[in-house]
Structures are given as structure tokens and as C-alpha cells.
């Protein structure tokens, strides 16, 4: 059993994502969407099957345009919903990353090792 999420930016992932809470207009259901905390950064994750990482253009992440996805994303092999970063150890080029399924008690795990699937962060912090 998962207790805690921890979703992390995939551009920023020393960085943890705070969630925030949305609804759509006419709609009162609430759906887990979280943003990267780093200022000027639009990083969205949200749970869904052709979500996940999205960049948003616009204040809203529903009002303002998502961006395609021209990134591949990892996705759940049962679920195929994308997965999110959960771990992230920094070594170079050989930093590893962690991947998981955001359903809950989903088993998926993906481990991939330095930057084959992201770009490295432009602006990373050097502490
Ligand atoms: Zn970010
Ligand atoms: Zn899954």
C-alpha cells in the first residue's frame, strides 16, 4: 500500500510538485492536477490516462492551452496512463529515476538511468 505520493517535475526533479486543487466550470468534481513549484516554470502533471506531463500556456492549466505532448512518457503497462516521477538521485549522468503508476495501489514501477528521457534542468539550482 502507498501511503504518500510524492509527484516531482520532470524538468525540476529535485523539486516537489504541490497539488492544487481545480474544477472545471459546471462541473463540481475536483481532479488531481499538481504543479512544479519553480517560478516560470509550467510544468503540470495531471492524473488521467492522456495526461500526465504537460507544459501549460496561460495562468489556469484549463483555461490556458496545454501543450501537446511531444515528449513520450513512460505510461503503466496495465493502466496506460502515464507515469510520474516519485524518486530522483542526482549522480551525473547516471542519475536515476524513479517512475510510478498514479493508480492507486498500481505496482508499476520504472527505473531509467541518466537523461535519456528528460532534459537535463537549465536553471538547476547548484545546492
Ligand atoms: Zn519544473
Ligand atoms: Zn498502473
Known amino acids: 500500500m502507498q501511503s504518500v ?31 512544479c513549484p519553480k517560478p516560470l516554470c509550467n510544468r503540470f502533471y ?10 501549460s500556456v496561460g495562468e489556469s492549466p484549463l483555461k490556458g492551452k496545454l501543450s501537446t505532448n511531444s515528449d513520450p512518457q513512460l505510461r503503466c503497462s496495465l493502466h496506460k496512463s502515464p507515469l510520474y516521477l516519485s524518486a530522483f ?22 527505473t531509467t538511468i ?9 536553471n538547476a539550482p547548484v545546492r
Not at 541518466?114 to 537549465?122: A, D, F, H, I, L
Request: negative net charge; proline residues 4%; glycine residues 12%.
Open 5 to 35: 505520493q510524492t509527484f516531482l517535475c520532470d524538468k525540476h526533479p529535485l523539486l516537489k510538485m504541490d497539488r492544487i486543487e481545480v474544477s472545471e466550470e459546471g462541473k463540481k468534481e475536483n481532479f488531481g492536477v499538481f504543479k
Open 89 to 110: 538521485k542526482p549522480n551525473g549522468d547516471e542519475s536515476l529515476r524513479i517512475w510510478r503508476c498514479a493508480h492507486g495501489g498500481c505496482e508499476e514501477m520504472k
Open 46 to 55: 495531471f492524473l488521467g490516462e492522456n495526461c500526465g506531463y504537460v507544459d
Open 114 to 122: 541518466g537523461e535519456t528521457y528528460c532534459k537535463r534542468p537549465s
